[in-house]
């Protein structure tokens, strides 16, 4: 039995929403953004979005199979020439990994930003796809196979709609 130490991840990082330099709009600032999954991966500069920064850029990675969360960092170039983080989002890899996912399953996230005091700075939007063998089915790659669902005593063949109820969540 072949044991693999890490997973391949297919990130595409979107675009950034009202992200904030000091309380300030960002203007015309130089945004990047760096995932980190063990190792790093930069982004190219977006110096045109301002606020709204948009990337479009697909980093592929590797991700240890034993990594929890994967980091995603926005920062800006400073006129002092350093870089100046704007925030900061640690992504569980259970959003994207595992469960009912299969592999190849595109999932679209949106995040919020913290700054270094932990105030609200922005939304990253992102994709992500852990990477599998190519033309498998779900029932080879899910983790849990798919199944029906009882409802009102019944096994139903067709669609259950399921509601969830966002909960707070500290880093």
Request: glycine share 10%; net charge positive; aromatic share 8%.
């Amino acid at each position: 039995m072949e044991t693999t130490s890490s997973r391949t991840l297919e990130i595409t990082v979107i675009s950034g929403e009202d992200l904030r330099v000091n309380r300030r709009k960002l203007g015309k600032k130089n945004a990047f953004v760096t995932v980190q999954t063990g190792s790093s991966r930069t982004t190219k500069i977006d110096t045109d979005g301002g606020s709204y920064p948009v990337w479009n850029e697909k980093l592929v990675m590797e991700l240890p199979m034993h990594a929890r969360f994967i980091t995603v960092d926005v920062q800006c170039k400073a006129y002092s020439g350093g870089n100046k983080l704007i925030g900061t989002a640690r992504i569980p890899v259970s959003d994207f990994s595992g469960g009912y996912l299969p592999d190849n399953y595109l999932s679209i996230l949106s995040y919020r930003l913290r700054d270094v005091n932990g105030e609200k700075n922005g939304i990253i939007n992102l994709s992500v796809k852990v990477k599998g063998p190519e033309n498998t089915s779900c029932a080879a790659s899910c983790s849990r196979p798919w199944m029906e669902v009882p409802v009102d005593n019944r096994v139903s063949g067709g669609i259950v709609t399921v509601t969830g109820i966002p909960v707070p969540y500290r880093y």
